[in-house]
């Protein structure tokens, strides 16, 4: 049972994730690399990963990773002024969406509701707050998103969003360091799980040793 709601959801949001990469299409943009659907496979196999260690409700962890941005993601169902709003509060609509869809499973509403918290909860990069995220599952979908932003398949990712999206030429060695390093460097201040800060810190010991590289490459000094 478990598993098969596991399946219904990972082809419910794959679905999505293409109705994503047909709308940067017909915007004209190269979906060539979907930055979209790359996060969400490294966010969904970082969740199990960070869950499996701690202790954390798997299936949670799992199906929340699945639809934790689906909001973002445009509904060619919905108008493009309800698609605009759905982007400007994805926590919230990504949330909606998995409740729906879970109820339609009959799935426990104890089990869509802790879905629902973990996917309204993990939007942004940093938090106010000092405590962990609150139920754990909540924690380990935020960690997962975060860590996913962090290193150079990060880098890579985030290479390919700003081809989905940005018109104007983009100097590369500024989205390297301005937008790589120093958001890396801000998002690892913000998470939750001791599991998540040793992998965040692995990633971003690399990514700093080699960006000197690469820039010395990029100039044509090495
Ligand atoms: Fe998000
Ligand atoms: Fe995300």
């Not at 909001?71 to 909606?96: I, T, V």
């Not at 060695?173 to 913000?190: P, W, Y």
Request: glycine content about 6%; charged content about 35%.
């Amino acid at each position: 049972m478990q598993q098969e709601l596991l399946q219904e959801s990972k082809r419910y949001a794959l679905k999505r994730l293409k109705e994503e990469a047909d709308h940067i299409k017909e915007k004209g943009f190269s979906a060539v690399l979907h930055y979209r659907k790359e996060h969400t496979h490294t966010v969904v196999g970082l969740s199990k990963k960070i869950a499996d260690k701690i202790g954390a409700d798997p299936l949670v962890c799992e199906i929340g990773a699945w639809f934790h941005d689906l909001g973002k993601c445009y509904n060619p169902r919905l108008s493009p002024e309800e698609n605009h709003l759905r982007r400007r509060n994805h926590g919230f609509y990504g949330a909606e969406e998995a409740k729906e869809f879970l109820k339609g499973k009959n799935a426990d509403p104890d089990f869509i509701q802790e879905v629902y918290i973990g996917i309204k909860e993990h939007v942004g990069l940093t938090r106010k707050e000092k405590e962990p995220l609150s139920p754990l599952t909540a924690a380990v979908i935020w960690d997962a998103d975060k860590v996913s932003k962090i290193g150079w398949s990060a880098w890579i990712h985030f290479l390919a969003y700003t081809c989905n999206r940005e018109r104007e030429e983009q100097d590369l060695l500024d989205l390297l360091k301005r937008d790589g390093l120093e958001t890396m460097e801000k998002i690892f201040q913000n998470l939750n799980t001791e599991v998540a800060k040793k992998l965040a810190k692995k990633r971003l010991d690399n990514y700093r040793e080699n960006l000197y590289h690469m820039e010395g490459v990029l100039r044509g000094e090495i």
